[in-house]
């Protein structure tokens, strides 16, 4: 069996037996599809028809009131509204409304939902509006007729004429999330490739290795171990929340509702608008740069990260020296707003094409629309970046991984780079 | 113990930048021997075994090894345990052990019957599946020491061997070195401490600053630096004759005597022998170890 996939094979088996990797592989769908469910489950758990009595002392606002899908308003007596507060329980009512005046109290069994006290606290508002406007002498028609409201529909030509909507927004939250994720990827496996390496120098195993296989071996054995790692808990992420959600749709929401809900107007119709205008964005050339981006992106810095690790004795001593590698996904991290800001702009053109940003910055550009050109020139570079470093960090590593109790300076890291063989 | 050598080094030179590691150093290992490689830290031994192990190449002269050019096919056939050495803590002893094995390039099968024998041999088979974590020092070493002979190498180099060894294990894996020995392996064994050298090697050499000094055969060695040093105890606490021989020192009944190269040592004895009641008498032999400081003098 190939030596190199035998240690492949054991870097990636060690970490996924973990217990901590399980938890985390598990864990993080149920909170993804939480936050999914979440906003869902809380806006639409007030959907019965609910009685409404009102009472109404030296007032008139009542009769003002507007019956909604939800909520139908009845008016009551002085005895009535009595009767309802001390028998609350068999009383068709879910709610009382007393008015005096401009005092206004609810009663009811349970606490009442956000959404209906909204509603009416909203009818109200506008009826005693209304009320001081026409008493000022003011035309209500006039006031109505002067409300504009307007929005402007982007599309997007391609080449071939056909016109796709398209949504600013949508790019921008493709973009960020897709670019935060590999920012987060590159540093979560990144170190973790240097914790590997600095395990194993510590532990003095490393020279037993290397008298079997080459340094390089290990080093790039390690490095893809680690990669298997991150694409099958990625993978593993994306078929559980999946799971979790679906199930979780099953069980707590009445799915009729949510199409309901998505003719409705309101914030519902905003899932429907962002579905509709992904269409406009390439999602397939995004997942398919992703992958890219995210593998050959974390090659090329895992690599930097492995050299890291085999120059120290240990984790503490790391610090000068991730500087300068943590220094370029940082700045790409700073730099997303402005690059959203200008996708086609200088800046965003040429950090998308320095190996050391274009796994972050790519990814931010792409949903905007990107020339295939461009894309392939960026990605080549980044393979001749993952080429450099990797050519680079070997020879760190290969020395590195012997010195023990030596604090290591850039000089001496610029030393180990130029001996021979 | 033929003459035929399985491991020769000729005028090896290494650098690290403007240090010399290693300057012209010639070795050579004959078969079914242990040859000790001697010399006090930051002498170059290890530079040297990284060599011979291919973990860094010299800068000039070449290494040959079974009349070949030294290359990567010849890993499978050498097992290297450095002087520092460890093994994967979280791991399992037997994963771990079936993992080194397969790096050396045996089959699955064969590695798991190899490793069986191994660890029943040396009574640590109820280990297999404890974590490394939960073993002593000296238990590691065990495990280390088998990983190393576990694909039965031609060459075997130990750096400090003993080093982390209570005296019974130390004595159990001296025991299993020299049956390896018996079987037609070769050892390189290194050491900075000479007291453990002369009773297991049989070639050795001394390196110093870089260089080596001196090599050969045990018994040659000794024989060259032989002196005319003897050691007589008598049942009396003095001694004269001072004409014939020279008193080096004398502690109660034991003296130590310089007899000259042209005068006859038995003519010597029965002349002390007519005088004192001779308890014992033998030559004085130089140990490697005052060999090697009056070699390192000599520089």
Known sequence: MNKTFLIIKREFLVRVKKKSFIIMTLLAPILMAGLIIAPVLLTDNDNQKRLIAVFEDNSSYSNKLEDSENISFNLVDQSEAEKFKKDINTSPFYALLEIYDTNFTMFSSQQISLNLRKSITNQLENIIEKEKLKNSGIDIKLIESAKTKINIETKIIDDEGKTTSSSTEASMGIGFITGILIYMFIFMYGTMVMRGVIEEKTNRIVEIIISSVKPFQLMIGKILGVALVGLTQFLLWIILTIIVSTFAEILFIDTDEIVKNMNQPNESVLIGELVKLTGGIDLVTIFVSFIFYFLFGYLMYSSLFAAVGSAVDAEADTQQFMLPITMPLILSFILIQPVMDNPDGLLAFWLSMIPLTSPIIMMVRLPFGVENWEILISMSFLILGFIFTTGLAAKIYRTGILMYGKKITYKELWKWISYKG | ?299
């Not at chain 2, 010399?20 to 006090?40: C, M, R, T």
């Not at chain 2, 973990?55 to 090894?65: E, S």
């Not at chain 2, 297999?128 to 020092?137: A, G, I, N, R, Y």
């Not at chain 2, 000094?213 to 050691?231: A, R």
Request: aromatic content about 8%; charged content about 25%; glycine content about 6%.
């Open chain 2, 1 to 299: 113990m033929g003459d035929e050598i399985l491991l020769s080094v000729e005028d090896v030179e290494k650098k690290y930048g403007d240090y010399v590691a290693l300057d012209k150093v010639n070795i050579s290992v004959p078969k079914s021997s242990i040859y000790g490689l001697l010399g006090p830290n930051g002498a170059g031994k290890t530079t040297l075994m990284r060599i011979i192990n291919q973990i860094t190449a010299p800068d000039k002269g070449r290494v040959l090894f079974n009349n070949e050019l030294l290359s990567k096919h010849h890993i499978k056939q050498i097992g290297y345990l450095p002087e520092e050495r460890g093994l994967y803590k979280k791991m399992k002893v037997g994963e771990q052990a079936l993992y080194l094995a397969q790096l050396k390039g045996m089959p699955y099968n064969e590695a798991i019957s190899k490793l069986k024998y191994w660890f029943e041999k040396l009574e640590i088979i109820h280990w297999w599946s404890k974590k490394v974590e939960e073993l002593s020092k000296g238990m590691a070493q065990k495990i280390q020491f088998v990983v190393t002979v576990i694909h039965n190498p031609k060459l075997l180099i130990f750096d400090e061997p003993f080093s982390g060894f209570d005296p019974i294990n130390a004595s159990i894996i001296r025991k299993e070195i020299l049956s390896l020995r018996d079987n037609g392996t070769t050892i390189i064994f290194s050491t900075h401490r000479m007291e453990s050298v002369e009773e297991i090697c049989d070639h050795i050499a001394l390196i110093n600053n870089s260089k080596t000094i001196l090599e050969g055969s045990v018994s040659q060695i000794k024989n060259d630096f032989k002196s005319n040093t003897y050691e007589i105890e008598l049942n009396t606490d003095s001694l004269d004759f001072s004409e014939k021989f020279n008193i080096i020192s004398s502690t109660n009944n034991l003296f130590k005597i310089d007899i000259p190269i042209n005068s006859n040592v038995r003519e010597v004895l029965n002349l002390i022998n007519s005088k004192h009641e001779i308890l014992s008498f033998k030559k004085d032999e130089a140990s490697i170890e005052e060999i090697f400081i009056k070699s390192v003098k000599n520089e």
